[in-house]
């Protein structure tokens, strides 16, 4: 039985045994737990269902002082497809990315939650649409490569390997520790792709070397926000990464609920850091993991105008 079937019948349980409780309490003259039942099952609902589907545009401006002209980066991380995000979520999405027009377009990894569901394929090929918008690039994540805690424990998959076959078939470039230039508008800028921060083989300092003596926009891309906070990035401008979710459920006043084990500040999650050197970008992320839940933190395609 897929994930998403348990899912689905936790969900159908426990809005029945609520909407029970609900009555019984009514019946028996309470006033204020009903109206209490009655929200959390709103609240699950939207959570569950509305929120995770309802895509919001998030532009940020980033200055540089290394561009004459202004150069606008898509950067859409975390799509967790399966089980409940496939093929037609990526074409709406990729929809509403062609219209932005970027110049350039960054994914930061997680295109999976768990390898075992079938028909991922049709979902990454779809995001070959982004290709035909603009140059794409991504790295991957820690759930492509079946990792779900820092210690590498939970490693059951070998399927990046596959994904990144598929996505390279699609025309989206898969960078694993290696630099890329590319020219837009007349303008150099080094794209710098970390592997993912959680494995143990992986080698930043290749990501990054040489960087000290160039002088063009240098921007890093890693799943994990946490490679910023590292000496090897101090040569970067800025760091677009994902992987926080921004604690996928928000409470107002409270701030995020879910943790991503990262170094990352949890008040930070998701946010733009522009006094952090490198700059850091931390998308909120297009899709989920863990929970089936958002709120109060709409699923995003960033559009970063940087000049
Ligand atoms: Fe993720």
Do not use: C
Not at 137 to 151: A, C, M, Q, R
């Amino acid at each position: 039985m897929y994930l998403a079937t348990i899912y689905e019948i936790f969900f159908l349980v426990y809005i029945i045994m609520a909407l029970i409780l609900a009555v019984i309490l009514i019946k028996r003259k309470h006033k204020i737990a009903p109206i209490i039942i009655f929200l959390s099952i709103a609240g699950l609902i939207y959570s569950g269902y509305i929120e995770p589907q309802w895509i919001k545009i998030r532009e940020q401006k980033i200055e540089t002082n290394k561009l004459n002209e202004e150069v606008k980066v898509a950067v859409i991380g975390d799509w967790h497809f399966r089980p409940f995000k496939g093929e037609n979520f990526a074409k709406r999405a990729i929809a509403k990315v062609a219209e932005l027009k970027p110049d350039l377009i960054l994914m930061t990894g997680d295109f999976l939650f768990f390898d075992d569901l079938p028909d991922f394929e049709n979902d990454l090929r779809a995001l070959g649409g982004l290709a035909k918008i603009a140059p794409t690039y991504t790295v991957l994540g820690n759930h492509d490569y079946g990792i779900v805690f820092p210690d590498e424990s939970f490693l059951y998959t070998d399927s990046h390997r596959e994904i990144t076959k598929i996505l390279e078939d699609s025309g989206i470039h898969v960078l694993s520790d290696e630099q890329k230039k590319v020219t837009i508008k007349g303008e150099e800028i080094i794209l710098a792709g970390f592997d993912e921060y959680w494995r143990k083989v992986r080698y930043p300092e290749k990501t990054t070397k040489g960087l000290d003596k160039i002088s063009a926009l240098k921007i890093g891309i890693s799943h994990h926000p946490d490679i910023a906070f590292e000496k090897v990035a101090e040569n970067l401008d800025l760091v677009v990464a994902g992987h926080t979710h921004g604690g996928q459920v928000r409470l107002p006043l409270i701030g995020a609920i879910g943790d991503a084990e990262s170094l990352m500040a949890k008040d930070d999650y998701g946010k733009y850091l522009p006094n952090h050197q490198p700059q850091i970008f931390n998308t909120v992320g297009i899709g989920e993991s863990g929970p089936h839940l958002r709120f109060w933190n709409r699923p995003e395609i960033a559009l970063l105008r940087i000049k």
